[in-house]
């Protein structure tokens, strides 16, 4: 049992760091009721008021035990209910937020001379190297929905998506192909104008400091730039609103339509 709990700690199955806390609490509480259940104890040079007494004390503590475990994994599970039932929570946004840092990182990577690259590699130790190559066995199960590696002690369980084994190489090729035809390029300066305007708008809310208009942003957030054009002196979170919904709605998308159509799109085509 105690090689299953260690097993469990370094491999930390689950996605869900609840279920691998609520596992490894329930396995301790097994463990201490084996012990203290099983143990060998002399009957020959103990009395039978020191017995009982022993046996009463190993009971208390196996029941705070087992109580304990019990409290932990309900504490935990209605941490998880109460969070999945937010539409937007805190651990999400911290995601969000380290996700986005790891991109704006790799596109400094990118603009580092190849020399200064190379030296900065050679100063990663065996710890450092560990925690990147997790890092890229992440992104590709998570964002690219693929098998980092054939072998299946490497692969990990992907809901509603086909084995597909993440081919560097490939992948390689296709960012030159991407590279010469532009598209590289293009992507670029698209996904630079978005993070501008979301940049703006966040700093447009911040400075207005007033709470009928963070109402305005999250009653009528989506406005096109025809729609907006007709009214008068726009506050500067509207603007930024603006931009950042072109960058978000393609214009052949059912959104685009309905915003043709009626000037104003619905509350749900995006959220902040």
Known sequence: ?????????????????SDN??????????????MLATNFIDMANISSAELDHMN???????IVVITSAIACALALAIKHFVSSTRKINNKQVRTARAM??????????LMMPETEYASHVSAIGDNDRELVINVNHIINNVCFRQQSSPRWVQQR?????????????Q?????FQQSRSGRLQDRLE???RLRKNVLELANALCSSGSTSVRRSVDRDFVTTREHAAAVEDQPPWLVAAQEAVEQVQPPGSVAAQEIQRSGRPRRSTIEI
Not at 1 to 17: E, H, N, Q, R
Not at 21 to 33: N, Q
Not at 56 to 62: A, Q, S
Not at 171 to 175: E, F, K, N, S, T
């Open 1 to 17: 049992m105690l090689t299953m709990i260690l097993l469990v700690y370094s491999a930390w199955p689950a996605k869900c760091d």
């Open 21 to 34: 806390w609520i596992e490894v609490a329930f396995k301790l509480a097994l463990v201490i009721y084996m």
């Open 56 to 62: 009463e004390n190993f009971g208390y503590v196996i």
């Open 100 to 109: 986005w840092h790891l991109r704006d990182m790799s596109l400094a990577l």
């Open 157 to 169: 369980l992907i809901a509603e998506q086909e084995r597909e084994v993440w081919d560097h190489g």
């Open 171 to 175: 992948r390689v090729l296709d960012i």
């Open 190 to 192: 698209q996904s630079m």
